[in-house]
């Protein structure tokens, strides 16, 4: 699985060249709004350098995104297991993009070629995505691609800080109800 291609987008392994947009990225209040405190560039390039130990290690995770036609690295999306601590288990979809790719359709197209990847690659049975109750727009995203949210699960995550952080949501899509 070194990379992924969609109609107008190539989910790849990370390059040297992306770690300036990626710290940029990082940097944007609007892009951490949902997430917490922006990051330095070092805090930035360590969040590569543990992405591609975790995608060497497990043969899957968080691919750079950038879009073919112009070879512009507009974020990340791909698949991670769900982090320790938190009041279920399993794998989690997610995706990043650059303010400026906001409104295309990018994050979407991501997400269902990591869907794919999941379930015909990896055979999982289930794919799970959490975010803030506030992030409306990734739930949006969540309900295009199929996914569902059982409200009795939402939870607060135990890894933010007190605040509007930790109200969190959690959507599920099963392998079958993506089936032919």
Do not use: C, K
Request: no cysteine; charged share 25%; net charge negative.
């Amino acid at each position: 699985m070194a990379e992924l291609r969609t109609e107008r987008l190539v989910l790849r392994p990370w390059r040297e060249s992306d770690l300036e947009p990626w710290a940029a990225m990082n940097a944007d209040p609007d892009v951490r709004e949902h997430l917490g405190d922006v990051l330095t560039r070092e805090q930035s390039d360590a969040s590569v350098a543990a992405f591609r130990a975790e995608f060497d290690e497990r043969g899957y995770g968080w691919w750079a995104v950038e879009v073919r036609a112009t070879g512009e690295f507009i974020g990340f999306a791909g698949l991670d297991q769900v982090d320790e601590g938190m009041p279920f288990t399993g794998v989690e979809i997610g995706w990043r993009l650059a303010r400026a790719s906001w409104g295309h359709g990018y994050a979407t197209e991501a997400a269902l070629a990591t869907l794919s990847v999941g379930f015909q690659t990896l055979n999982l049975p289930e794919i799970l995505a959490v975010t803030t109750a506030t992030n409306l727009r990734s739930q949006a995203v969540m309900r295009r691609i199929g996914m569902t949210r059982n409200p009795a699960e939402d939870f607060d995550d135990p890894t933010a800080p007190e605040g509007p952080l930790r109200p969190s949501v959690l959507y599920r899509i099963h392998r079958a109800a993506t089936a032919p």
